[in-house]
């Protein structure tokens, strides 16, 4: 059985082809026309377009025992151009800038920041960056044992003073840049406010570290102030001197003493020194006695200095009529 061939389709001629071709050739020129220039417009605008970005920037491999003391940028601005469409696509989180700072020395460094830096579609073209250079401030860390002291600001009550200061602990472990650190010479409190306290205080303080960069090894202390009336010295001049335990008539010279006594400050302002001073002729028979000056003071006072040291007493053998019948020169 013999199957039919299919019929192929017959050749244009010449002829017709031109035919065909001159018709509606005003509309074909027109469109061809629109097409290339829609091309041109679309990548003319996409090659000349420019994007903005803030470009993390992070710093890395910094050697122990070393510290960044100045605060570098966290980010750097970039202006990129290239097709709109790429630039679209950009993902500033995903082109962190990571700087190595291995070996990095102490003191300052700057870092050049460069377009190969960022990470980039082909295409498109890094044409600014800011900054375009990072300075970078290095130090040592170095941990110091500092002595701590108490900020007291107010006075005790009248005629009162602090006499002694405990603060627990005493000193304070200080770390951190040696250019900082190294220039310390002590830690303060935070201020203790006084206010005519008359007894012992007690207070739970804060410790003021001087610098952020600065890292303290505790943060508060324990302090105790001992509150205590103002013991001070006190000169009494021309205090008369009494002759104790005689019967006789005497002749005391010098008649007079000079005292310096010891004690609280608001007692000695009150205290009469009259009968204090005296000599003790008990058992003295008549006659020419060197007699060392004697001094009784009340209770929490002190002697410190006196003149004279003795006295001479003359007893008489004529007995006294009364207690004042006694005669000094």
């Not at 993902?91 to 990470?119: C, I, Q, W, Y």
């Not at 006659?287 to 001094?295: C, E, S």
């Amino acid at each position: 059985m013999r199957v039919p061939m299919p019929k192929l389709p017959s050749l244009l001629r010449p002829a017709d082809l031109v035919r065909r071709l001159r018709r509606n050739v005003g509309l074909r020129v027109i469109s061809i026309m629109i097409a290339v220039g829609l091309w041109i417009f679309v990548n003319a605008g996409q090659r000349g377009a420019v994007e903005t970005l803030s470009v993390p920037l992070s710093y890395r491999s910094l050697a122990p025992g070393l510290v960044i003391v100045n605060h570098p940028p966290d980010f750097a601005k970039i202006e990129v151009a290239g097709p709109r469409t790429l630039l679209s696509l950009l993902d500033p989180e995903r082109m962190t800038v990571k700087l190595d700072l291995a070996g990095m020395p102490t003191g300052h460094s700057d870092l050049k920041l460069s377009p190969s830096m960022f990470n980039i579609p082909r295409q498109t073209s890094v044409t600014r960056i800011t900054p375009d250079e990072v300075h970078v401030d290095v130090d040592r860390i170095v941990t110091r044992e500092l002595p701590i002291h108490l900020d007291v600001d107010g006075q005790p009550g009248a005629n009162h003073e602090v006499s002694a200061v405990e603060i627990r602990p005493s000193t304070v472990a200080v770390s951190g840049p040696s250019r900082y650190v190294m220039a310390l010479q002590r830690i303060d409190t935070e201020p203790l406010e006084l206010k005519g306290e008359s007894s012992d205080v007690e207070a739970r303080l804060v410790l003021l570290s001087p610098d952020t960069n600065v890292h303290l090894g505790v943060n508060r202390v324990e302090v105790r102030l001992d509150i205590a009336e103002i013991i001070a010295n006190r000169e009494f001049k021309g205090v008369p001197v009494e002759v104790r335990d005689t019967d006789f008539k005497f002749r005391l010279s010098p008649q007079k003493a000079t005292i310096t006594v010891r004690g609280p400050a608001a007692r000695l302002d009150g205290l009469d020194p009259k009968g204090m001073v005296y000599v003790d002729a008990k058992g003295g028979d008549p006659g020419a006695h060197d007699l060392p000056l004697q001094v009784e003071l009340p209770d929490g006072m002190q002697l410190v200095k006196q003149s004279p040291d003795h006295v001479k007493l003359k007893i008489y053998k004529e007995k006294r009529t009364d207690l004042n019948d006694g005669k000094a020169s």
